[in-house]
């Protein structure tokens, strides 16, 4: 099993657990699930990574200490989504039009903040990578950000219209 498939089994795994809409459970509890299965990926896209970039020595120390600063970055974006995702949990039963506008909003916001964060990067991976491992880096990203956002979106109700008043 090449590492790319071995990550994509553990996430699923990781995935299989219930979905924030789908369950009654407090915040903070679903904040650390959420932290603790952030951690687990994290670790993975690190060992996904590093089979996959190929880097020489050289290379190795400047990428990863930049890597280190992007996953920071990448987290307080995430957060955004992730409260996006609990804010769904605790209300996708009693949805409102103000709350869905609400959370599509700040969705859109996420991805606004992504797309700078890659484009942040992508001008520094350029200053020490060759532009094919640039170019490798991102793939691998989309590969296991599209892994990561099939799963979410398989496991998440799609939201209903507000009840009729």
Do not use: H
Not at 3 to 13: D, H, M, S, T
Not at 50 to 56: K, P, S, V, W
């Amino acid at each position: 099993m090449t590492r790319g498939k071995l990550f994509i089994a553990l996430l699923l795994c990781l995935l299989a657990l219930p979905a924030p809409a789908q369950q009654n459970v407090r915040e903070p509890d679903l904040r650390s699930k959420m932290a603790a299965a952030r951690d687990v990926l994290e670790k993975e896209r690190r060992i996904v990574l590093a089979g996959e970039m190929n880097l020489t020595d050289e290379e190795r120390d400047k990428f990863w200490q930049l890597f280190n600063e992007y996953i920071q970055d990448r987290q307080k974006v995430n957060d955004v989504r992730v409260d996006v995702i609990i804010r769904y949990s605790e209300t996708y039963r009693t949805m409102t039009n103000e709350i869905a506008k609400s959370l599509i909003d700040d969705r859109f916001r996420y991805e606004r903040e992504m797309v700078k964060l890659r484009e942040k990067y992508l001008k520094r991976l350029r200053r020490i990578l060759p532009e094919t491992k640039v170019a490798r880096f991102f793939q691998v990203e989309s590969k296991m950000d599209a892994a990561l956002d099939y799963n979410l979106a398989a496991s998440i109700p799609v939201i209903q219209d507000p009840p009729a008043r």
